[in-house]
């Protein structure tokens, strides 16, 4: 009957354990374009939400999501909901740094948006050197298995502006301060930005958020985040990030290499965390 006892006991830890497990990611979906002769939108998109749903992402950040691409994903993954807007009008032009969540799993408390500019983060500008306007989408959220709240940061750096790269992980940080107000973050994204870069060092050596790439016991890289639909793979090279605060202890980390036939759902592959509270 102790022996019993122990094994049930035991088997409720280890589920209980599990239970506090989030399966965290950052996506660059690519834009729908009809310069993606082979590969369209129309034909990559379910595998790319099938992968999502396979690896059972918790909560995740997408980037270069148009209006068009943000219903087909909401149809394709209808037990999912979403935060975000278009960076070019606050409302549904331009791409779409959105945030997809489990509401299952999660409650959203509140949410926005702002602009990485210097000018003004409230309405839709281009920063600094940027070739374009950016945009990160925030949520703060509670987690229905323990009662507890965080922030989630979704983002995409400029490809041109450097200056505009690096004084928009200033910009991260300050605001994630005020947004944040104690609470644990994940900050999420396509940062166009390598391990070297200066905007990267920025977020990395913080002290607020560290890389769960360097805090994961078990590391699955086997090339690049950016596979340029697989002209452009590397041994190495990381542009997509997932960073936290030191609230959460992360298990594994992975870049997530799925095809199909022979062919891939983005010209980014996916990055996942396991991430514990």
């Known amino acids: 009957m102790k022996n019993l006892t122990l094994v049930i006991f035991l088997s409720a830890l280890t589920f209980l354990v599990h239970a506090q497990d989030l399966h965290v990611a950052t996506y660059n979906i690519r834009l729908q374009t009809k310069s993606d002769t082979g590969n369209m939108w129309d034909d990559r998109k ?4 099938q992968v999502i749903k396979f690896h059972e992402f918790d909560i995740f950040g997408i980037q270069e999501a148009f209006d068009s691409q943000m219903e087909d994903m909401h149809a394709l993954l209808p ?9 070019d009008d606050g409302k549904k032009r331009g791409e779409h740094s959105a945030i997809f969540y489990n509401p299952s799993r ?5 949410a926005g948006t702002f602009w990485l ?11 600094w050197d940027a070739a374009l306007p950016r945009i990160c989408t925030w949520g703060v959220f509670k987690d229905r298995k323990n009662g507890r709240s965080f922030i989630f940061m979704n983002t995409h750096f400029d490809h041109k502006g450097k200056i505009a790269r690096e004084e928009s992980a200033k910009l991260l940080l300050s605001k994630a301060h005020t947004l944040a107000a104690g609470l644990p973050i994940i900050l999420t994204g396509d940062f ?3 391990e070297k870069s200066q905007a990267y060092l920025s977020l990395a050596n913080s002290g607020i958020v560290k890389d769960t790439y360097t805090l994961a016991p078990l590391v699955y890289e086997p090339n690049s985040t950016f596979n340029g639909w697989g002209r452009s793979i590397r041994p190495q090279q990381r542009i997509d990030y997932i960073f936290v605060s030191s609230a959460f202890t992360v298990k594994k980390y992975g870049i997530l290499t799925d095809t199909y036939r022979g062919k891939y759902p983005s010209d980014h592959f996916p990055v996942m965390s396991v991430i514990q509270w």
Do not use: M
């Open 46 to 49: 379910y595998a790319l939400c």
């Open 117 to 127: 500019s210097d000018k003004n983060t409230e309405t839709p500008n281009k920063g």
């Open 106 to 110: 999660f409650e959203l408390l509140r």
């Open 79 to 87: 037990h999912y909901k979403h935060i975000g807007v278009g960076r």
């Open 192 to 194: 166009n930005a390598d």
